[in-house]
């Protein structure tokens, strides 16, 4: 499965939009981009995942440039309890292919 | 939603003892579960990949006879920490990607972990 690369640590205020980065860019044409969180001592929770298209859900929205090399996760009004570790991967999904995690970015949302 | 429940949450034991760990999908079959581990402040490592019914496939420095794993039906999902030591103190999580129509769009579903402690 391909590499993500994040930056580690980004900080966001209460309230305002938490934009986190994501470069994938050796994303195979069959990969989509899954954004899971870890909440710490906690198992990882899904947020949101594509393959070309922007998405959005009551969570997140996810934009996917054209290219599919880069992505970002938007959490449009982050609230302290989204102080978290956000994992960026690209995997087969569905029936094939795992989740393979890589260092993540440690949001901190601050009051 | 898809939920995969694990137990325990929390276990201490002794250097030498063997410790199971339970994941269980409550709402729908998971063909395929996984099992990560998680040192303090690193991130989650694949550590296998099990089928039910079939062995188990795992990763590359990972000791099967070690950590034995058991996928006998499509809800439950067996590791087996044998002969622990304090090295294999770690946060274990499991995953579950499954089919029918319990399972969610994305198919990969995460259990909340088990700390293991050995003394």
């Known amino acids: 499965d391909a590499k993500t690369t994040q930056p580690p640590s980004m900080d966001c205020a209460e309230g305002r939009a938490a934009n986190l980065p994501c470069n994938h860019s050796?994303?195979?044409?069959?990969?989509?981009v899954y954004w899971y969180r870890q909440i710490h001592s906690q198992g990882p929770q899904y947020i949101i995942h594509?393959?070309?298209n922007n998405e959005t859900n009551e969570m997140a929205s996810l934009i996917i440039t054209e290219d599919r090399k880069s992505s970002t996760l938007i959490l449009p009004h982050a609230t302290l309890r989204d102080t978290a570790v956000y994992y960026c991967?690209?995997?087969?999904?569905?029936?094939?292919?795992?989740?393979?995690f890589g260092k993540g970015t440690k949001l901190s949302v601050k009051p | 939603g898809a939920v995969v429940s694990q137990h325990p949450s929390r276990v201490i034991c002794k250097s030498g003892t063997s410790v199971k760990i339970e994941c269980r999908s409550l709402d729908f079959q998971a063909t395929t579960m996984f099992w990560y581990r998680q040192f303090p402040k690193q991130s989650l490592m694949l550590m296998a990949t099990s089928n039910e019914g079939s062995k188990a496939t795992y990763e590359q420095g990972v000791e099967k006879d070690k950590f034995l794993i058991n996928h006998a039906s499509l809800t439950l999902s067996t590791l087996t920490v044998t002969s622990a030591h304090p090295e294999d103190s770690s946060f274990y999580i499991c995953?579950?990607?499954?089919?029918?129509?319990?399972?969610?769009?994305?198919?990969?579903?995460f259990g909340s972990g088990t700390r293991l402690t050995v003394v």
């Open positions: 050796t994303i195979s044409g069959n990969e989509y």
């Open positions: 594509g393959l070309k």
């Open positions: 995953s579950a990607r499954g089919s029918g129509t319990g399972t969610t769009n994305y198919g990969y579903t």
């Open positions: 991967i690209v995997s087969r999904g569905g029936s094939q292919g795992n989740l393979i």
